[in-house]
T-cell receptor
Framework: GDSVTQMEGPVTLSEEAFLTINCTYT??????LFWYVQYPGEGLQLLLK?????DKGSNKGFEATYRKETTSFHLEKGSVQVSDSAVYFC??????????FGSGTKLNVKP | GAVVSQHPSWVICKSGTSVKIECRSL??????MFWYRQFPKQSLMLMAT?????????EQGVEKDKFLINHASLTLSTLTVTSAHPEDSSFYIC???????????FGQGTRLTVV
């Protein structure tokens, strides 16, 4: 059924390391895809999104490309910072309908 | 971006008691609010959708008499967990939308522990 699968955490990296968090989805049709980030004590914040195949969402050095062939939306960043430590959620939805979320991946970045 | 405030951030209650969680949109009118729940190591799962002034729509398997949702105004929705049991212990989070676009704004979540 409809779902999102993302890599389990926690992921621990040193500052300036390369980050990849894998995300694959199961959906009929072509939903919009999202990455949300949750910093400690705060709500989920939209990090980036892509609304159609081959679109690349980007923000704050993070990128993810909507891959229809592999039903994936992997999150990448070339050089992580300590301030990127947070929980990252992959999600999809059709317009104005409910979100389907992954279980979240906790990222710890060490100085 | 817009701000959604959820209160309380965490709560511990005794079995059999009721707990109310508030979700407020601080700087926009939320025509629709969603309530999600997350069990450890699992996905955020939608519990119900509420539209201002009408009854909430619950997802399959969610007991509407146990999880009472009220969306009485365009800036406030409440979730009341009635007769709480330890298995209701979870992370609850709300989101609010004005309906104008696809972006949803989330509260910071409430960690409920029932002892």
């Amino acid at each position: 059924g409809d779902s999102v699968t993302q890599m389990e955490g926690p992921v621990t990296l040193s500052e300036e390391a390369f980050l990849t968090i894998n995300c694959t989805y199961t959906a009929t049709g072509y939903p919009s895809l999202f990455w949300y980030v949750q910093y400690p004590g705060e709500g989920l914040q939209l990090l980036l999104k892509a609304t159609k195949a081959d679109d690349k969402g980007s923000n704050k050095g993070f990128e993810a490309t909507y891959r229809k062939e592999t039903t994936s939306f992997h999150l990448e960043k070339g050089s992580v910072q300590v301030s990127d430590s947070a929980v990252y959620f992959c999600a999809w939805r059709y317009n104005f309908n409910k979100f389907y979320f992954g279980s979240g991946t906790k990222l710890n970045v060490k100085p | 971006g817009a701000v959604v405030s959820q209160h309380p951030s965490w709560v511990i209650c005794k079995s059999g008691t009721s707990v109310k969680i508030e979700c407020r949109s601080l700087d926009f009118q939320a025509t629709t609010m969603f309530w999600y729940r997350q069990f450890p190591k699992q996905s955020l799962m939608l519990m119900a959708t509420s539209n201002e002034g009408s009854k909430a729509t619950y997802e399959q398997g969610v007991e509407k008499d146990k999880f009472l949702i009220n969306h009485a105004s365009l800036t406030l929705s409440t979730l009341t967990v009635t007769s709480a049991h330890p298995e209701d212990s979870s992370f609850y989070i709300c989101s609010a939308e004005s309906g104008a676009n696809t972006e949803a704004f989330f509260g910071q979540g409430t960690r409920l522990t029932v002892v």
